[in-house]
Each structure stands twice: as C-alpha cells, then as structure tokens.
C-alpha cells in the first residue's frame, strides 16, 4: 500500500501555501489573498468543496481576512481554481514547475494586446498601474533628445501646447525632461474620465528650443518657435517601442478606454451582465460602506454626479465579487460565457467540463460516485419479542389495595423524613 501523501500549510506575509508530497511529486498551491477579490468562481467549481467563501461583506468593508478558505484534507490539488482564478490570485505548482496553464488542462482565456494602430504610447501603462493589474510595460526603443541633441543654455525661443490637441500620450515627456506630466490621484481617474493625468507642464528652464518636440509629436500638437540642431537630424524622428502585456491582466478594458489610436484588443473571460437592483439601493452608502469599490479587482465602481452610485460594464469582468460584498443584496451578476482554452481528451475532461459549466449555471455537478464498491449492511437476526405473561385479575387488585393503603404514609413529610434519616444511618 502506497505512504499517504504529507501535507502542509504555512502562511508568509499574504501567501497561504499549501503543499503535498508524495513520493514522485511535490504539489504547491500558492494563494495570494490580498490580490483574491473574492468572486468565489474557485468555490463554486471545486470538485470535493475543498474551497469555502468567507464573510465578504465584512471583509468588502475592511476586515483584514482571507476571503477563500482551503481545507487541505479535502483538497485534490486537481488545479482548478488556478485554472480559472480571474485575478491570478492562486497558482499551482509541480515539482516547481507552473502548472496553472498546463497544455492538458482547460485555462481561463482572458487577453489584452497590442495590435497595428500601436504607435506606442504611454497611456495604457498608467492607466493600467492606476486603476488595473499593473500588467502592461512600455519600452521605448528610439533615442532621447540629449543623445540627439545635448541641452545649450541661454537659447532664446518659444514653445507652446496646444491642449486641444493634446492627449496626454506622454511621448514628449519621455523624451525630453522639459515636459512634465502631472498625474491624477487614483479616485479621480473615473470610467467617466480614464485619462491618468490632469495636466502637462513645461519647464522652460530644461529646454533650449531645438523644435525635436515638434517632430515627434503624434497629434502636431507642440509648436516651437527655436532653433534646430544642426547635428540633430532633419527627417522627423519616429516613435519606436513596444508594448507588453504580463500574465498578471485581467481584461477588465481600461487601457482600451484610454488609447486614443484604438491600438488595443482585448478579449474578456466572462460575458455576461451587471446590474443594481433599484429598490434595494435606498440605504446605500457608498462613501460609507464602499463595499463593491473595495473588492472590485477591476475599479469599475464610480459615484456620478448627482446620483448614488454607478458601474462601468465596460471595465466589469463579471467576476461577482461586488455581489457577494454587498450587504443590501443590491448587486446581480450574470454569467453568460466562459473563454477557456479547449478541453484535452483527458480522463478527467469531463470533470473539467462540469466544472467550467457551474461559472455560469451556478450549479455544481460533483462527481459520479456511483461506481464506488459499497458493503452490503449486515444482517442481524430478528429476535421474536418476549411473551407477556398473564395478569391475574385479583391479584392485581390486592397489590392496589395495598398500594392505597401505604399512599397516605408516603405522602406525610414527617414519616418520610424519619425513615429517610433510618437509612441514611
């Protein structure tokens, strides 16, 4: 008989961890629950209910807690929960080894990615770090404007923004150190208004008029009153980069709200739809409770102007976390579609396939166990009950007559206290 395999669990910092060894293998499972938003998709698809979704209301509201509770004992270490974890916040490991996107396993297929109109810029990046998953990285490829033109003070000129032009693309701040970007604090970048920063500044003291700004910018919005370079070059420079999207996005279309050359695709995990429930909104508080703003790994919660409290479907991943945190139940989430990768013709295909069903039906189908051997209940023989002898009428009626004849003694208190105190001696 095979040793039963060893299995531990250890916390560090927000990591719960929890391993299995065996013999031949060393299974991780490693869950971030300060990134888990608490969607409880994991809960919901667990084949052997290993996964328990904790009080979100409390912890939508500020209890420090994770909002998924594992228990090892129950756990198959089977991947699911990886699999499909819209936020990343669980990862599998074998033998050290990512296995959260094995070939054989279904995964959620869920993508932001740059396509042709790609000039690059800086917008989605900021975006992305203010309000999304951090996951988008832009590297600029083409030279600054000291190593085409090195600084010389005191060249006189003018240079001007034109703001009507101007979408904040952040080319000419990374180019030159004379333009200043200043950024919005991350309550003020709304779905109303995704651009990341409020203002673009130039310090007059950096620049020397060499009109490069001129030249690399996409919407002609810079106009310089200077003198070029006679060693910079002539032909205007072109904006070269690229754009890198990590593992780490969840799709939740804030860098396509943002792009202004619609330079982005994006393909969601979950279709599906959002909505308030109007009649339980009369005691919200969003300021108060902030609940649904808290969870919401997407920040597709804003409070508009003159109203209570708005969602943006467009940057909603339909992942039910806001539903579960809210206390009024004034929040619906509906899952329509799931994208996943295809479903391998595996032994256990169809456990997958039960489990990608119940993101959306809500229901989860468990395993068929109507296979497994059960022993036949024993069998205890059946005794016949005892016979009842016969009462004899006129003896019964002398014990009763008898009976009545002590009752009186019984019922006096001092008789009884003196015999209770004979047998107590």
């Given at each position: 008989?095979?040793?039963?395999?060893?299995?531990?669990?250890?916390?560090?910092?927000?990591?719960?961890?929890?391993?299995?060894r065996?013999?031949?293998?060393?299974?991780?499972?490693?869950?971030?629950?300060?990134?888990?938003?608490?969607?409880?998709?994991?809960?919901?698809?667990?084949?052997?209910?290993?996964?328990?979704?904790?009080?979100?209301c409390?912890?939508?509201?500020?209890?420090?807690?994770?909002p998924?509770?594992?228990?090892?004992?129950?756990?198959?270490?089977?991947?699911?929960?990886?699999?499909?974890?819209?936020?990343?916040?669980?990862?599998?490991?074998?033998?050290?080894?990512?296995a959260?996107?094995?070939?054989?396993?279904?995964?959620?297929?869920?993508?932001?990615?740059?396509?042709?109109?790609?000039?690059?810029?800086?917008?989605?990046?900021?975006?992305?770090?203010?309000?999304?998953?951090?996951?988008?990285?832009?590297?600029?490829?083409?030279?600054?404007?000291?190593?085409?033109?090195?600084?010389?003070?005191?060249?006189?000129?003018?240079?001007?923004?034109?703001?009507?032009?101007?979408?904040?693309?952040?080319?000419?701040?990374?180019?030159?150190?004379?333009?200043?970007?200043?950024?919005?604090?991350?309550?003020?970048?709304?779905?109303?208004?995704?651009?990341?920063?409020?203002?673009?500044?130039?310090?007059?003291e950096?620049?020397?008029?060499?009109v490069?700004?001129?030249?690399?910018?996409?919407?002609?919005?810079?106009?310089?009153?200077?003198?070029?370079?006679?060693?910079?070059?002539?032909?205007?420079?072109?904006?070269?980069?690229?754009?890198?999207?990590?593992?780490?996005?969840?799709?939740?279309?804030?860098?396509?709200?943002?792009?202004?050359?619609?330079?982005?695709?994006?393909?969601?995990?979950?279709?599906?739809?959002?909505?308030?429930?109007?009649?339980?909104?009369?005691?919200?508080?969003?300021?108060?409770?902030?609940?649904?703003?808290?969870?919401?790994?997407?920040?597709?919660?804003?409070?508009?102007?003159?109203?209570?409290?708005?969602?943006?479907?467009?940057?909603?991943?339909?992942?039910?976390?806001?539903?579960?945190?809210?206390?009024?139940?004034?929040?619906?989430?509906?899952?329509?579609?799931?994208?996943?990768?295809?479903?391998?013709?595996t032994?256990?295909?169809?456990?997958?396939?039960?489990?990608?069903?119940?993101?959306?039906?809500?229901?989860?189908?468990?395993?068929?166990?109507?296979?497994?051997?059960v022993?036949?209940?024993p069998?205890?023989?059946?005794?016949?009950?005892?016979?009842?002898p016969?009462?004899?009428?006129?003896?019964?009626?002398?014990?009763?007559?008898?009976?009545?004849?002590?009752?009186?003694?019984?019922?006096?208190?001092?008789?009884?206290?003196?015999?209770?105190?004979?047998?107590?001696?």
């Open positions: 008989m095979p040793p039963q395999p060893e299995i531990t669990q250890t916390v560090e910092d927000s990591h719960i961890i929890t391993v299995e065996t013999r031949d293998l060393t299974k991780k499972i490693d869950y971030d629950y300060k990134r888990c938003c608490g969607c409880g998709i994991c809960a919901s698809l667990c084949p052997t209910d290993a996964l328990e979704l904790g009080d979100m409390a912890i939508g509201t500020g209890l420090d807690a994770p998924v509770l594992l228990d090892p004992d129950r756990c198959s270490f089977c991947g699911m929960c990886a699999a499909f974890c819209p936020t990343k916040a669980v990862r599998i490991k074998i033998d050290d080894v990512d959260s996107r094995r070939e054989c396993y279904p995964h959620i297929d869920a993508r932001a990615q740059a396509n042709d109109n790609c000039i690059p810029c800086s917008l989605c990046e900021q975006v992305c770090l203010a309000c999304g998953s951090g996951a988008i990285t832009v590297e600029y490829t083409f030279p600054k404007k000291e190593e085409i033109a090195p600084f010389k003070e005191g060249v006189a000129g003018e240079i001007a923004i034109d703001m009507g032009k101007c979408n904040y693309c952040g080319i000419c701040a990374y180019f030159c150190d004379a333009f200043i970007l200043i950024p919005k604090e991350k309550e003020e970048v709304t779905p109303i208004d995704p651009v990341p920063f409020e203002n673009i500044l130039i310090d007059e950096r620049c020397d008029y060499c490069l700004c001129e030249d690399i910018c996409p919407e002609d919005a810079i106009k310089v009153t200077g003198t070029r370079d006679a060693t910079a070059p002539q032909a205007r420079i072109r904006v070269t980069g690229a754009l890198s999207v990590s593992e780490d996005c969840i799709a939740c279309g804030w860098c396509v709200s943002v792009c202004p050359y619609n330079a982005i695709d994006v393909a969601k995990a979950f279709d599906g739809e959002i909505r308030l429930i109007g009649n339980h909104l009369t005691k919200c508080d969003p300021v108060g409770c902030h609940a649904c703003f808290n969870v919401c790994p997407s920040n597709a919660w804003y409070i508009p102007e003159g109203g209570k409290i708005e969602v943006s479907p467009d940057r909603c991943i339909f992942c039910g976390a806001c539903a579960h945190a809210c206390w009024l139940d004034a929040i619906a989430v509906t899952r329509d579609s799931v994208a996943h990768t295809p479903e391998c013709d032994a256990w295909k169809h456990e997958w396939a039960r489990g990608i069903k119940c993101i959306t039906s809500g229901v989860r189908a468990h395993p068929d166990r109507s296979h497994l051997v022993p036949p209940a069998v205890r023989e059946v005794l016949e009950p005892p016979e009842v016969a009462i004899d009428p006129a003896l019964l009626l002398k014990v009763r007559e008898r009976i009545d004849r002590v009752m009186p003694m019984l019922r006096d208190v001092k008789t009884r206290t003196e015999w209770e105190g004979v047998r107590d001696s």
